[in-house]
Each structure stands twice: as C-alpha cells, then as structure tokens.
C-alpha cells in the first residue's frame, strides 16, 4: 500500500535560517506529491504540489522537487520567517489505476525562533 | 467566501450522547471525506464521499455515520460518544477524487467527550 514518511519534529530554527524537511513514500502507482501547512488553530491548506517525477512545486518561498529516483519530496525554504511556524504535511495521491485518496505523513511541527 | 465550512468550532458531550457535525461547500466538489487528527497519530480517515448518494468508509469508521444527500452537504454523524472519540475533525472536498487536485480543509471541529 501507499504510506508517507516525514521526519519527526519539531524543527526548531533561528529566524533566516535554511529549512529542510524530509519526506518520502512508497506509492504501488504514479502519485501526485503535496505539501500543506497548518497554522494553529486552523485546518490543512495546500502549500504546493508537484504531478510528475522531476516536476518543482514552489509557493511562498517554499520547494519541493518530485525525485522518483530516491522517491522523496523533501520541503526547503531558503529563509525562514518567525510566520512559518506552522506543522507541514506531506501527502501522495495516486493517479488513476490506483487509490485515489490521499495518504498524509503525521506531520513536522517548525518552530522558527526571532 | 468560497470554501469549506464547518459547524460547530467546539463541543463538549457527555458518553452516550449523539451530535452531527456539519461540513458544507460551495466550491461544486464532487469528493468529500471526514478525518481526525489525534496527537502523534497524524489525520485519519473516517468516512469519504465521490458523489450526492454515494459513501464509503476509510480507516477509523466505527462509532461514526454519514450520508450525502446533496453535492454541498456532508454531515458526520456521532451515534453514542465515548472519550476515544476526543478529537479534532477535519472535513475536505476536492473537485473530483483525481491525484492533480489538492484538497481543501474546512477549520475544524474540537470535540471533547467527558
């Protein structure tokens, strides 16, 4: 089956910092990738998404580049801001021929300090 | 605001009580589904929908009913809480249950049962 893995949290980082998180799947088919943020208090919001192997998906200063290769879709941000603080979700939803739903990793709380 | 709504933001039952939590969008999608996110356990999926009339059950079904009577409506049904149930739920709709699209989450409903 399908399953997210995401490194464990929390994150903690100075302001401009360079941020990394890491994620990788196992997919029986040829999934779409998915980043979403959740500030407290709120629900899941998409960041950024890539379809096909190699594709970059990039939002608000944020990457991440589908590698079929090392199956990874590792978030990275240049310089982080103290409003990134936030836990990202990385998530894979198989294309048709496969599940549809999405499968999510657990998450990775950033706490990014002044 | 287009969007995913959910009622109420916060409750509090007794054990054996039953409530509906309402999920509502305005957006035309087709795929609605139901999850909960517990601590450590990352978002679990109780209940989805592809379509007005058609219902399916995810990883953590037990305790919990829905239905889908119109495409914008897809309410979650608690028939006898118990503190498992302790949780925040998440609804999320997506245009068609296709890997391209991402999904939008409503804010969430914190239920607590004493």
């Known amino acids: 089956g399908n399953s997210v893995t995401q490194m464990e949290g929390p994150v903690t980082l100075s302001e401009e910092a360079f941020l990394t998180i890491n994620c990788t799947y196992t997919?029986?088919?040829?999934?779409?990738l998915f980043w979403y943020v959740q500030y407290p208090g709120e629900g899941l919001q998409l960041l950024l998404k890539?379809?096909?192997?190699?594709d970059k998906g990039s939002n608000k200063g944020f990457e991440a580049t589908y590698r079929k290769e090392t199956t990874s879709f590792h978030l990275e941000k240049g310089s982080v801001q103290v409003s990134d603080s936030a836990v990202y979700f990385c998530a894979l939803s198989d294309r048709p021929g496969g599940s549809y739903i999405p499968t999510f990793g657990r998450g990775t709380s950033l706490i990014v300090h002044p | 605001n287009a969007g995913v709504t959910q009622t109420p933001k916060f409750q509090v039952l007794k054990t054996g009580q039953s409530m509906t939590l309402q999920c509502a969008q305005d957006?035309?999608?087709?795929?609605m589904s139901w999850y909960r996110q517990d601590p450590g356990m990352g978002l679990r999926l109780i209940h989805y929908?592809?379509?007005?009339?058609?219902?399916d059950q995810g990883e953590v079904p037990n305790g919990y009913n829905v239905s889908r009577s119109t495409t914008e409506d897809f309410p979650l049904r608690l028939l006898s809480a118990a503190p498992s149930q302790t949780s925040v739920y998440f609804c999320a709709s997506s245009y068609r249950i296709d890997s391209n699209y991402g999904y939008t989450f409503g804010s969430g409903t914190r239920l607590t049962v004493v």
């Open positions: 890539a379809t096909k192997a190699d």
């Open positions: 957006m035309n999608h087709e795929y």
């Open positions: 929908s592809v379509g007005a009339g058609i219902t």
């Open positions: 997919a029986t088919g040829y999934p779409s």
